[in-house]
């Protein structure tokens, strides 16, 4: 059985940190690249950061790149995404997901997590 659990969300202040996790189990990784999304209150699920789990270039969508950072551990099976200098416009459900091949399309993955909510306050 395949499962993706994301955690480390929580409620921070504007300024603060978080790292995500989401520990994958089920899947032989390195076939699979894995992605960050998230999805904001009444909007889309959209693309943070994904990789190839065997490894490669990290890609970034242009809203996040130098605030975020992606990172794995192979012997844990889990993906990281570290989340600096957090500001309000970052409040979403955050969700890790598994694909045959690196996207920023959220339908080019098969696998996804429940999502963990990050919310930050001003």
């Known amino acids: 059985q395949v499962q993706l659990v994301e955690s480390g969300g929580g409620l921070v202040q504007a300024g603060g940190s978080l790292r995500l996790s989401c520990a994958v189990s089920g899947l032989t990784l390195s076939r699979y690249a894995v992605g960050w999304f998230r999805q904001a209150p009444g909007k889309e699920r959209v693309f943070v950061a994904a990789s190839r789990w065997s490894g490669g270039i990290t890609y970034y969508s242009d809203s996040v790149k130098g605030r975020f950072a992606f990172s794995r551990d192979n012997a844990k099976n889990t993906v990281y995404v570290q989340i600096n200098s957090l500001k309000p416009e970052v409040t979403a459900v955050y969700y890790c997901?598994?694909?045959?091949?690196?996207?920023?399309?959220?339908?080019?993955?098969?696998?996804w997590g429940q999502g963990t909510q990050v919310t930050v306050s001003s």
């Open positions: 997901a598994a694909g045959p091949r690196v996207s920023g399309m959220p339908s080019e993955y098969g696998f």
